[in-house]
């Protein structure tokens, strides 16, 4: 409990040095210890099962392709919990996974039957700015819009969630979002080679923040909107602490950090405490073209990994464990800093804290340690085919180009980048059609980890600067990568005090000028406006 704390006052000194003095001194007053018993030390009990989606129901996989789907954006229980809801094939479906091929035609009608408009993003898949769902045109309450696309992008998963600026955090939180899984030849050939079956020995992982008071409601503090809405607990598929019953084999799990602002350092742990390395096979744009070996793998709000774990050397009874391991989030701060300017002298936060905030909903910090999923061995599975040297094919990376400056960090009470916040009749960024470019994005020693996303383009990671310490374990070659580096992405961390040059290659197939969206996916910080238009010509 007390180093997430010191996590808190640190950054809280970040923040005033950063010249935020005013909006410090109203922060400070909300700033509180967690109330809540820190899950590591409490381990509770793994009490209900994993749901795994199948061919209907919750996450559903439901064939897309040649079609329309009608997608109803609706609340769902009762509690204030939201879903979109389908029906195909005399089939329900709730939050379908949206199962397509790539270079098929997909047509959906979006019904909005909430009582505030909304609109769905389809995060990660080249898109025209007419589909892109990027929140500047809304679908009002019982109005309705009619998307068409083509998939043109490689097999992965990749998702879609509701977009209206400054309602996204609330409406996603609330459970309005869904999984789309983009197949093509390289993944049937690896799902046959790996001899795993959907809904059997391949599994999606869908991880979101709950606030166990009261799981479906969304009303963040000051303090909340400013560093990002934490839960006490975490949902996987919907729920809180689930297990899963496996054989003592080969499982593909498909993860998806869903939250609003999480980030995750996932590892699995085998029952006599040894960590239970595994293989990342794939990133948020598809397959690597090949298996990269690790121990963990941080996660931040709306990446993707693509993992292979193997329960063969586990005995029957016993148990592996997917966990968040503890770090430290805001490592680049020195421990020792100034105070925030205008904090009356002679008054710690923490006493603050205890005053102020006596009966608030308890959260738990980022980088506390979080047990999340607990599989069970309950037989002995059969021998593993060989993985195949090649795991897929990938575009070769763009070349390195002009270096193009974004500089994340706070003034004024707000997240920025470059200085400025969101505005709609901007276009701040301003990119050539069928340009490659690279993007060298800095972060303050003083921030806050930022997940910075782009819609419309798959980019990749050519470099980090100045990590801090926590990554140099995860290290994978000179230019300073890790793991999830080497793939397609686009979500990156950007860690406080580091650089990280990413190279873009902007040609897409749509006709005409494309309107697109650069933001930090901490829902809180995204709808706080840290996020600018990029236009493509
Ligand atoms: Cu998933 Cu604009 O984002
Ligand atoms: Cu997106
Ligand atoms: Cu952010």
């Known amino acids: 409990m007390s180093m997430t704390s010191a996590h808190r006052r640190r950054l809280l000194r970040g923040l005033a040095v950063l010249g935020a003095g005013t909006l410090t001194a109203a922060f400070t007053r909300g700033v509180r210890t967690p109330t809540a018993p820190e899950l590591c030390a409490v381990p509770g009990p793994f009490d209900a099962p994993l749901p795994v989606p199948g061919g209907d129901g919750r996450m559903g996989r439901l064939a897309a392709g040649g079609r329309t789907v009608v997608l109803r954006a609706t609340s769902y229980g009762g509690d204030g919990a939201l879903a979109f809801a389908a029906r195909a094939d005399g089939h ?81 939180y609330r459970g309005l979002f869904g999984l789309i899984a983009v197949e093509d030849d390289d993944e049937v050939r690896l799902r046959a080679a790996l001899a795993v079956v959907p809904g059997e020995t391949e599994i999606p992982l869908v991880l979101q923040e709950r606030r166990t008071r009261g799981p479906y409601r969304y009303a963040p503090s000051p303090e909340d909107a400013l560093l990002g809405w934490y839960g006490d607990a975490v949902a996987v598929n919907f729920t809180v602490r689930p297990y899963l019953d496996v054989t003592g084999r080969r499982y593909r799990f498909r993860v998806l950090n869903a939250g609003n602002a999480r980030n995750f350092r996932l590892a699995f742990r085998r029952d006599d405490g040894v960590p239970l390395p595994f293989l990342l096979l794939g990133t948020d744009g598809g397959l690597l073209e090949r298996a990269q070996p690790c121990t963990e793998v941080f996660l931040s709000p709306a990446e993707r990994i693509d993992v292979l774990v193997d329960f063969a050397g586990i005995a029957v009874g016993g148990y592996v464990l997917l966990e968040s391991r503890a770090f430290d989030p805001m490592q680049a701060l020195p421990p020792r800093s100034v105070e925030p300017e205008g904090a009356p002298a002679g008054e710690t936060h923490d006493m603050r804290a205890a005053a ?59 997240w920025r980048i470059n200085d400025r916040v969101y505005e709609k009749a901007a276009a701040p960024i301003v990119a050539a059609r069928n340009a490659v470019e690279t993007w060298l ?85 995204e709808d706080g406006g840290m996020m600018l238009r990029v236009r493509v010509g």
Not at 119 to 142: F, K, R, S, Y
Not at 388 to 404: K, Q, Y
Not at 489 to 518: C, M, N
């Open 92 to 172: 329900d479906y709730i939050d379908p996974t949206l199962v397509v091929r790539t270079g098929e035609r997909v047509a959906i009608r979006l019904e909005n039957r909430l009582g505030e408009p909304t609109v769905a993003h389809w995060h990660g898949l080249t898109m025209d700015t007419a589909n892109d769902g990027n929140g500047e045109a809304l679908i009002e309450p019982a109005g309705n819009f009619d998307y068409t696309f083509t998939v043109h992008n490689r097999a992965g998963l990749y998702w879609y969630h509701p977009h209206p600026h400054g309602t996204t955090a609330s409406q996603a």
């Open 356 to 414: 102020g905030r006596a009966g608030a909903s308890p959260h738990v910090q980022d980088g506390a340690p979080m047990p999340l999923l607990q599989f069970r061995i309950r037989s002995r599975g059969p021998d593993a085919p060989p993985l195949p040297a090649r795991l897929s094919a990938p575009p070769a990376p763009p070349p390195a180009a002009d270096e193009r400056p974004l500089r994340l960090g706070f003034a004024k009470g707000r």
């Open 441 to 525: 994005i800095r972060n303050y020693h003083t921030s806050m980890p930022h997940a910075m996303h782009l819609h419309g383009f798959q980019f990749r990671v050519l470099e980090r600067e100045t990590s801090p310490d926590l990554l140099a374990s995860l290290v994978v070659d000179s230019r300073n990568r890790i793991g999830t580096d080497l793939g397609w992405k686009d979500t990156v961390l950007v860690w406080p005090g580091e650089s990280v040059k990413i190279a873009i290659d902007f040609r897409h197939p749509f006709t005409g000028e494309q309107i697109y969206l650069f933001h930090c996916h901490n829902l809180e910080h």
